[in-house]
């Protein structure tokens, strides 16, 4: 059975920080590109980053690119992302999401989800 588990979202004030993990299980982590992905009320699910399965390139959504980052530590099955300069437009559920790599071409797993609110 493979699990995505989300941790780390909160409310903060705009201009902080927040770190969410998201903890993998049931599958072999390293073959997998791994992908933060969020969703706002009454929005459409939206990309927000994701890392290569070696760990060795990430790519941002231009939202957040410069104020988001995107880490993976495979000894752990774990994948980070560290939001820093929060805006409320940041506010939303952040899943995450696993795919395999080089061969799925859209994400096979997804997480639960961790509701991150960013105050004004």
């Known amino acids: 059975q493979v699990q995505l588990v989300e941790s780390g979202g909160g409310m903060v004030q705009a201009g902080g920080s927040l770190r969410l993990s998201c903890a993998a299980s049931?599958?072999?982590?390293?073959?997998?590109?791994m992908g933060w992905f969020r969703q706002a009320p009454g929005k459409e699910r939206e990309f927000v980053a994701m890392i290569t399965s070696n760990g060795t390139e990430a790519y941002y959504a231009d939202s957040v690119k410069g104020r988001f980052f995107i880490s993976r530590d495979n000894t752990r099955d774990t994948v980070y992302l560290q939001m820093n300069s929060l805006k409320p437009e940041d506010t939303a559920v952040y899943y995450c999401?696993?795919?395999?790599?080089?061969?799925?071409?859209?994400?096979?797993?997804w997480g639960q989800g961790t509701q991150v609110t960013v105050s004004s």
């Open positions: 049931g599958l072999t982590f390293s073959h997998y590109e």
């Open positions: 999401a696993a795919k395999l790599w080089l061969v799925s071409s859209t994400y096979n797993y």
